[in-house]
Each structure stands twice: as structure tokens, then as C-alpha cells.
């Protein structure tokens, strides 16, 4: 019995509802650890205690910090000293004398020191550091009285670090740094500069800057690139072809953005003559071109999936693949696997094929302008520029109008957020932002390739293929609850029963919100409610699309998972049983590690597109702004204005009164006045910091303030 088996048994009678706390030595005469030594148990207490899953009470018995009444959770620093730890449904303030030395982005053990009362957090303090935050961090190296010193960008870490080494760097250079040593004693926190990137003001350092803290890797490792180069020299000899469906005849065309260059889906539409249709999503055979093991493979692995940014692209696969090969250009015949299925009048799936082949795109159609042709705004020359595919389309458009119905009376989440769309000149700068809908195409092309991603998840289920599956679980009932309460601030009432709630009550508020004022807040509140989407190696259904088989198989290019299930289906074709079990003993690992990379592009497209809204903004400061508050804490309000951009309005610029924040209605209430904010009220705002470096929006109140009044206490 190894180390992690024994601390899982141990947690497991912690969990007991019968279980009353014990010395260590009483889990080694637990049935489940016969056989354990009385050192191993004891070494697997230790461990546990230092990460925080147990601890020690004064009379020497073991309790989950959840039964002795502590918080594990990461400390937020506020950049003053203070800050805050949240971890199991509580959230306690820690005074700068009570942080023990811990850093922002640390992982703690705290003791309850007070309640919570007037709004306010309870008060606790750090009893121990379980984990250190990053070692690695983006900042600026300075210099004063001989000495060198490293400010982190990111702010709330409110110190800066002794430099022991500063690798060649001048003052004002932005540098990439590494802790060597942790505070201590009243000594500060102290490493070396690994890397000097240039100076800090410049926007295109800060760009680079950032993608290194996210490890995000921009250059291919020269093997994986002649790898390209040979596949590319290779092209498609004749003897490829054989075995696979010839859909060159087929009319296919392709539908994405104006900028995009990797085409990666092609979509055909054939009306069947007994009634019905055959929708083809022909998605490219990457899985052909990198073969498992070999240096583009190992690289893809590593990448996770391509990063997109405002104007530029990170790709997971070298662009001879992405852009060229694997890119479904009109004209060019290229390698796909095809989902073939054949749907009746009303897009219910009466039958399907998954087939190797190879089609000839006939279009390449662009979102916007299809978008202005099946709303009625065309011109006749771009009419003219779609008339061979604009039949087809059409039809499928109303065609995927019924598969969403469909979708959404089985229960499926369709949740409208705007997303923003930042526009740059040629040079890279940002001069617009537009919160730009989707239209009615952007939701065909979502359409198609869910049903084809329901028809492969299907299909590995049923022949006992393995695979990657996308999954989603339903929400917490702790956020439900949260959710709840949040939503009764905008009038609105949620059925919550036995800590869940149906499908069609979260529907049925999207449909009373929907072209509200506060229709984004909410909606922003909805999503945080939600639980987040994973890879897992095991079918375990998505929550949000009302599926019980959910896979992502319409974009290798971009998504390792993809290519995992294309590579599937090509061995499950070639009948190679013998690389099908290998690949399933490795799908848990393949999918922890793709989740991984997914959270880490996530958050360095946030940061970028953050860093891009800050320069934009930053040429008007002073002005003022309606905005709508989409956030409520204990320090302030979030204020969104109508090109998405957010900003903090800190409490401190609220001095009308003396604000006490409602943590569980999201409000912050004026002691004196009545005066409250919550969320979805609109205000008015003026800008008077927009930093690029830190990302950080700042507000305080334009004119009175409140555009249509402030709402008083209730």
C-alpha cells in the first residue's frame, strides 16, 4: 500500500459522519490500513498535515481543518498588507500583523479570530504556509542607494524583492525574476533576474512579458519544424487517397472570421430525396499528418491548443500544418474525416458515418457578410459573391433554428454573452472596441459542430472506444444558493430545491432578462454560478448542452483533445487494437494535461486582452462613461461600460458615506444615507487610471453619479 492510498483512507474516516477525533496512532488499527506500518501512517499523517487536509488539535487528535473550524485557501493580497482567504464557503480578512509572512498567491492555513459582522468578513490569521505561490514573476528592476530591487507587476503582492543577481538588467527594465528566497524574520523576499525582456513602458515588451508568465511558448523546437517542412515537401501522393470517401463533388465551403487563416471545418448540406438531409462537417485530418510520438506530436502535447490574442495567434501546430496543410482552402483538396449524418425535415438524427476523405472547399465564406445576407442587409454585389452556396445555406439555417429549439426544450443552457471584439490599426494599436453579438451564422456553424461532436462522443461510447470526452457537471449547490439570493437584487426568483435546480429555471431567466439593462450582469452571474467545463477520460455527460455523450472532435488544429479522438477513429479503422489500449491507459493523463493547458490560455488570453483594453482606454482619461455595476465586494464596485470594458470604483472614492458590504446580497449599504449599490445598477463614471503594465481600470463617480438614481436600502 503506497503513501497517497494510506492518506485517502485516513481522509476517508475523517469524513465518517460518526467519526469524533483521534491520535494518529488510532488510523493504524483502521481494516482498511491493515498491513500499514505504525512509521507509514505516521508519515502519512505528517504529509497531510503540511498540505493542509489535517490538523493537529492541542490534545494531539487529527480533524479536517473544516472540523476544527480553520480555512484552507489561497491569501489575496490587497497591496496594503492586508488581505483575504477564502476556502470552503468562508471568507476571512487578515490583518497585515496576522499574515505570517505570507505572499500573495500563497496557500494557508487560517484560525477564525472574529465573526463577521456589519458586513464585514471575519477576521482571521495565518497559523502555517502550506504551499508557496509562484516562484517565477513579471516585474521591474529598479535600483536605489546601491541596492537592486524587483517590483512584481502584479500589485497585490504590496512589497518588493531584494535582487541577489540582477542578470545584466538596468533600472526601469521590465525582467522576469525568480524567488530564491521566501520573506523571513523581517527580511524581504529576495532571487535573481533570469531574463530582461527591455524596457517596462514599451507595449510590445509588456505583450511578450506576459506570455512568458503564462508559459506561453511562441517559438517551435527546430526537429518539430523540419518535421513541417518534410510533410509539407511530401504534400498528398496518390496512394493517400485509397480508402478514403472521394467528396471532392460535394459542394463544402468553410465559414469564419474576415482575419482567420486556419480553416479547420468545412460544412456541406445535401437535401436526400425521400426527405430529409445529409449534414457533412468535414473536419481536417491532422491526425494523419502527426502521428503519434513524433516531434510535432510531442510539441502539440505540451501546447494543449492554440492561443489567440487580439491580432496574433500562438499556434499548437507549425503553420505549414495550420495555415497550409491541414487549412481547408477553396480550391485545394485536402484530407479530412468526415461526420456524415443524416437528419430529417426537423434535424433529428435518423443515421450517421464517421469516414476518411477528402474534399475540394468550393467556398470561403466570412461571418460577417453572411450575416448581413440572411438578415436582409446585403448589397447586391455581395449577394452576387455568395449565390453559389447562399441556397444551401440558407436552408441550413433554418435548419440548425430547429435543432437549437430542439436542444433547448431538452434542457440546454444558451447563454448570450457579448464578447468584445478590439480593433487595431496596421501597426498593432488598439482604436476600437466594439461589444459585438453574434449573429445567426456564428450560431449555424455552433450548431453543426455540436451535433457532430454528440454523434463521436456517441459513437465512442457505443463501440467501447477510448477518448477524450468534454464534461460538465451541475452547479454547486453552495453557488446555487449564492446565485439565489444575488438574483432576488434584480427581483428575480430562482427555484432552488435539495441544492439544484432545473434546467428550464435557468432558461426561463435568460428569457426575463433578454434585453434588460442588467441582461449581462446577470448572466455574468449565472456563469460564475456554473461549474467549469473539463477533459476527462471517462463519459460523465455536460450539464450545460443537456448531453449525456459530449466530446470536442470539429478542431485538431487548435485542441489537443481533438486530435486525441481523431487519432482514435483512424486506429479504430486501421483495426490497431494494440495502440487503442495504449492510448487508453494514457486518456487520464492526456486529459488532465489539456485541462491544464486550456486553464493556462484562458487566463493569458484574459491578461492580454485586459493589457489591450487598458492602452486603448488610456487615451481617455478624464472622460466620463454610463457603465452598469457587475460587481459587489467588500473594497468596491465593478463598473462594465457598453464596449465590455471593466473598472474598479474603489470604496474609498465612495465619500458620500460610510459603506458596509452585504456579502450575501451583493450590496454595499451607506450607513448614514440608505444610500446602496448593488449589481445591474447603471452609473455613471470618469476615468482616472488606465495602466497597461498592471492591467488595472480605475473609476470614481462621474457628475452625481448615479444615472437613474440610486435605489435606497431596503
Known amino acids: 500500500m503506497d503513501r497517497q492510498q494510506i492518506m485517502d483512507h485516513i481522509l476517508e474516516a475523517l469524513e465518517r459522519p460518526d467519526y469524533k477525533p483521534q491520535p494518529p496512532a488510532w488510523f493504524g488499527r483502521l481494516a482498511a490500513l491493515e498491513g500499514a506500518s505504525e512509521r507509514e501512517v505516521r508519515e502519512a499523517v505528517a504529509q497531510l498535515e503540511q498540505r493542509g487536509g489535517v490538523v493537529l488539535t492541542k490534545r494531539g487528535r487529527l480533524q479536517t481543518p473544516r472540523q476544527a473550524g480553520y480555512v484552507v485557501g489561497r491569501f489575496e493580497g490587497s497591496g496594503r ?39 464585514r468578513a471575519a477576521e482571521g490569521e495565518v497559523l502555517r504556509i502550506l504551499e508557496r505561490g509562484p516562484r517565477q514573476l513579471l516585474g521591474t528592476y529598479a535600483k536605489e542607494q546601491g541596492k537592486g530591487w524587483f517590483t512584481p507587476d502584479e500589485q497585490r503582492y504590496g512589497l518588493d524583492f531584494a535582487v541577489l543577481d540582477n542578470g545584466g538588467a538596468t533600472p526601469g527594465d521590465k525582467v522576469w525574476f525568480e524567488v530564491e528566497r521566501w520573506p523571513k524574520d523581517r527580511q524581504p523576499p529576495a532571487g535573481a533576474v533570469r531574463e530582461v525582456l527591455g524596457p517596462a513602458g514599451e507595449f510590445d515588451v509588456n505583450y511578450r512579458g506576459l506570455l512568458l508568465s503564462h508559459g506561453i511558448v511562441t517559438e517551435f523546437p527546430p526537429a ?29 465551403f468553410t465559414i469564419d472570421g474576415a482575419g482567420a487563416k486556419d480553416f479547420d471545418d468545412a460544412l456541406s448540406l445535401e437535401a436526400l430525396p425521400e426527405g430529409g438531409f445529409v449534414l457533412g462537417v468535414h473536419i481536417a485530418d491532422v491526425a494523419h499528418y502527426v502521428r503519434e510520438g513524433d516531434p510535432i506530436d510531442v510539441e502539440a502535447r505540451r501546447r494543449g491548443t492554440s492561443v489567440y490574442f487580439t491580432d496574433q495567434v500562438v499556434p499548437m501546430l507549425p503553420e505549414v500544418l495550420s495555415n497550409q496543410l491541414c487549412s481547408l482552402q477553396p480550391g ?7 461526420c456524415l449524418m443524416a437528419l430529417d425535415a426537423q434535424g433529428n438524427l435518423t443515421d450517421y458515418e464517421l469516414v476518411g476523405s477528402v474534399i475540394r472547399s468550393g467556398a470561403r465564406c466570412i461571418y460577417g457578410e453572411l ?70 451564422t456564428e450560431h449555424l456553424v455552433e450548431e453543426c459542430m455540436l451535433a ?7 459513437h ?98 487548435r485542441r489537443y483533445p481533438d486530435l486525441i479522438v481523431h487519432r482514435v477513429l483512424s486506429l479504430a479503422e486501421r483495426g490497431d487494437g494494440r495502440a487503442i489500449a495504449r492510448l487508453a491507459g494514457r486518456a487520464g493523463e492526456l486529459a488532465t494535461a489539456a485541462f491544464a493547458c486550456e486553464e493556462r490560455a484562458v487566463r493569458a488570453e484574459r491578461d492580454i486582452e485586459d493589457m489591450y483594453k487598458c492602452r486603448y482606454m488610456a487615451k481617455f482619461l478624464g472622460e466620463t462613461f454610463e457603465g452598469v455595476v457587475t460587481g459587489v465586494t467588500g473594497f468596491g464596485l465593478f463598473v462594465t461600460l457598453k464596449n465590455t470594458v471593466e473598472g474598479l470604483l474603489h470604496i474609498s472614492a465612495l465619500e458620500d458615506d460610510d459603506y458596509a458590504f452585504d456579502e ?28 497597461p ?22
Open 452 to 458: 457532430a461532436n454528440r454523434v463521436v462522443a456517441g
Open 693 to 714: 503594465v498592471s492591467r488595472r481600470i480605475d473609476f470614481i463617480l462621474g457628475g452625481q453619479g448615479i444615472a437613474n438614481g440610486a435605489r435606497q436600502a431596503d
Open 664 to 691: 450575501q446580497r451583493r450590496v454595499l449599504n451607506g450607513r448614514r444615507r440608505g444610500r446602496s449599490y448593488r449589481l445591474g445598477m447603471p452609473l455613471s463614471v470618469t476615468l482616472v487610471k488606465s495602466d
Open 460 to 557: 465512442l461510447q457505443r463501440h467501447r472506444l477510448p477518448g477524450i470526452y468534454r464534461v460538465h457537471a451541475a452547479p454547486p449547490p453552495d453557488k446555487l444558493a449564492d446565485l439565489k439570493v444575488a438574483l432576488e437584487g434584480f427581483g428575480l426568483t430562482l427555484a432552488v430545491r435539495e441544492g439544484k435546480v432545473a434546467p428550464e429555471e435557468l432558461q426561463r431567466i435568460c428569457r426575463e432578462i433578454e434585453g434588460s439593462p442588467h441582461e449581462q450582469a446577470v448572466l455574468g452571474l449565472m456563469i460564475r454560478a456554473m461549474s467549469k467545463a473539463a477533459y476527462r477520460e471517462k463519459n460523465l455527460g455536460h450539464y450545460g448542452l443537456a448531453e449525456e455523450d459530449y466530446c470536442h472532435f470539429t478542431s485538431p488544429i
Open 224 to 252: 518539430v519544424l523540419q518535421r513541417a517542412q518534410e510533410l509539407e515537401a511530401r504534400g498528398i501522393p496518390a496512394q493517400e487517397l485509397e480508402g478514403r470517401r472521394d467528396l471532392r463533388g460535394l459542394q463544402t
Open 81 to 119: 498588507g492586508f488581505g483575504f482567504v477564502e476556502g470552503g464557503g468562508a471568507t476571512l480578512f487578515v490583518a497585515a500583523r496576522d499574515r505570517a509572512d505570507a505572499l500573495h498567491g500563497d496557500l494557508v492555513l487560517c484560525r477564525p479570530t472574529g465573526e463577521a459582522s456589519g458586513g
Open 332 to 338: 485545394e483538396d485536402r484530407l479530412t474525416r468526415s
Open 371 to 440: 450575416n448581413l445576407l440572411l438578415e436582409g442587409g446585403a448589397t447586391a454585389e455581395l449577394a452576387e459573391k455568395y449565390r453559389p452556396v447562399l441556397e444551401t445555406i440558407s436552408t441550413l439555417s433554418e435548419l440548425c433554428k430547429k435543432m437549437t429549439a430542439r436542444r433547448v426544450q431538452k434542457g440546454a443552457l444558451t447563454f448570450e454573452v457579448i464578447e468584445p471584439q478590439i480593433i487595431v490599426d496596421p501597426e498593432g494599436e488598439p482604436i476600437d472596441i466594439l461589444a459585438q453579438p453574434r449573429g445567426v
